[in-house]
Nanobody, 114 residues
């Protein structure tokens, strides 16, 4: 059974940083590209960062230069380092396989507010 468990969210002031983690199990992690997605209230879920199985990252324009995605294949974990956070980054953040997404996890709430 595929399981995705996100953690690391919280409340942070504008300009602050957070590091999200996602532990994946139940599928060959090293063979799959992984992505971080977010869903703000009243909006559709969007892909903000992805990393290939070889470690090459891609970012949405809205987070480029501020977010960094990485992966640790030994731990079956993908990370999202978020710097220079803005109020518009407020959302629930999820991870998933980019190709053939699994059932979504519970996500982790990120709130950027002063």
């Amino acid at each position: 059974q595929v399981q995705l468990v996100e953690s690391g969210g919280g409340l942070v002031q504008p300009g602050g940083s957070l590091r999200l983690s996602c532990a994946a199990s139940g599928r060959a992690f090293t063979l799959n590209a992984m992505g971080w997605y977010r869903q703000a209230p009243g909006k559709q879920r969007e892909l903000v960062a992805a990393i290939t199985r070889g470690g090459n990252p891609n970012y949405a324009d809205s987070v480029k230069g501020r977010f960094t995605i990485s992966r640790d294949n030994a731990k079956n974990t993908v990370y999202l380092q978020m710097n220079s956070l803005k109020p518009e980054d407020t959302a629930v953040y999820y991870c998933n396989y980019v190709q053939y997404p699994a059932t979504w996890g519970q996500g982790t709430q990120v709130t950027v507010s002063s």
